[in-house]
């Protein structure tokens, strides 16, 4: 949602290669626009009520959390730091997991999920999020087939 009150609603469609397909640092992405509108009403709410991360540069205050609708929604948002907190854009992801750590500065936001991944938005762009292995992440090992307590 960004803050002219337009909305891009967009797929992740993660691919893995054929001989990678349990190592979770081999996926790669690609995101799909499914619908975007200038005028819209919402037919339900979520909540992006819990705030992990906030940092401020030049004017503008990066916040990141999660949602209580549900563990795996995270989200992501750039505000002017004015006494409104003016919304410039938001992002919310279904499946990153919440984003624990932002940080800011003259050309992108970068967030921390903790499912290992970093989103690094473009500011003036953030559909064109790229997303990338957070090498701090205590990943499985790539011969080591996940289980579901991975």
């Known amino acids: 949602m960004f803050s002219d009150g337009s909305l891009s609603v967009m797929r992740l469609m993660r691919f893995s290669p054929a001989d990678q397909r349990h190592d979770m640092r081999a996926e790669n992405w690609q995101w799909w626009e499914v619908l975007r509108a200038t005028a819209w009403t919402p037919s339900d709410w979520m909540d992006v009520d819990t705030t992990f991360a906030s940092r401020t540069y030049a004017g503008s205050r990066a916040l990141a959390g999660e949602s209580s609708d549900h ?46 991944r970093i989103w690094t938005f473009p500011r003036n762009a953030p559909q064109q999020v790229k997303i990338t292995e957070d090498p701090t992440y205590p990943w499985p090992s790539p011969t080591q087939p996940l289980s579901p307590a991975n």
């Open 71 to 116: 563990g795996s929604i995270g989200w992501v948002a750039l505000t002017r730091d004015d006494d409104h907190h003016t919304l410039e854009w938001l992002a919310v992801s279904c499946s990153s997991n919440p984003f624990t750590e932002v940080t800011l500065d003259g050309t992108t936001v970068t967030a921390t999920s903790t499912l290992g």
